[in-house]
T-cell receptor, first 114, second 117 residues
Framework: GAGVSQSPSNKVTEKGKDVELRCDPI?????LYWYRQSLGQGLEFLIY????????KSGLPSDRFSAERTGGSVSTLTIQRTQQEDSAVYLC????????????FGDGTRLSIL | GNSVTQMEGPVTLSEEAFLTINCTYT??????LFWYVQYPGEGLQLLLK?????DKGSNKGFEATYRKETTSFHLEKGSVQVSDSAVYFC????????????????FGQGTILTVHP
């Protein structure tokens, strides 16, 4: 079956622009996660959606970052007024029920801010 | 807060050598522990997991045992292959005493493994 799909795979944009990153989780997975992988900070949790519950936004680094998940499926991570320190690989993962269930990762979106 | 510390890399081994990558953690409650692997040019994949103390996770010849007394989850393989060259991440997700599990993962910094023929 299809895995977690992320688009675009690469994004280059100018500082100050807004970007949207998309994640299509595995069908039927109720939990969806966003992480960021950067050289300086390693792998960091950003946000977690579980079913219809309010998302856990505790990892978002600033109010320029937001995410939504529509219809319990596709998720979009939006970064407003991008800064150079936002350059990283943004990873999406999904799991069947959340909690201790293994997470299945997409290949990520490599974001470069000029 | 929760944290995971991995041995610093990179680690370079010859084929058929024994591998150990150390991982220790700090967490309250009842964490579940994971090893993820990232092969060159690919996404993160779950390698193995353990959800309670003394559990042993195993997959593809790799093993790790959840040691609560030493707060460790070291990854081992008896005979590595060139195809094992990858970045390995130790991670935890936390559960409270009531059994509610919070799925977000806290990762170690990753260990680069290179295996030469």
């Amino acid at each position: 079956g299809a895995g977690v799909s992320q688009s675009p795979s690469n994004k280059v944009t100018e500082k100050g622009k807004d970007v949207e990153l998309r994640c299509d989780p595995i069908s039927g997975h109720t939990a969806l996660y966003w992480y960021r992988q950067s050289l300086g900070q390693g792998l960091e949790f950003l946000i977690y959606f579980q079913g219809n519950s309010a998302p856990d936004k505790s990892g978002l680094p600033s109010d320029r970052f937001s995410a939504e998940r529509t219809g319990g499926s596709v998720s979009t991570l939006t970064i407003q007024r991008t800064q150079q320190e936002d350059s990283a690989v943004y990873l999406c993962a999904s799991s069947l029920l959340g909690g201790r269930e293994p997470q299945h990762f997409g290949d990520g979106t490599r974001l470069s801010i000029l | 807060g929760n944290s995971v510390t991995q041995m610093e890399g990179p680690v370079t081994l010859s084929e058929e050598a024994f591998l150990t990558i150390n991982c220790t953690y700090t967490a309250t409650g009842y964490p579940s522990l994971f090893w993820y692997v990232q092969y060159p040019g690919e996404g993160l994949q779950l390698l193995l997991k353990a959800t309670k103390a003394d559990d042993k996770g195993s997959n593809k010849g790799f093993e790790a045992t959840y040691r609560k007394e030493t707060t460790s989850f070291h990854l081992e393989k008896g005979s590595v292959q060139v195809s094992d060259s990858a970045v390995y991440f130790c991670a935890l997700s936390w559960s409270n005493a009531g059994g509610t599990s919070y799925g977000k993962l806290t990762f170690g910094q990753g260990t680069i493994l290179t295996v030469h023929p």
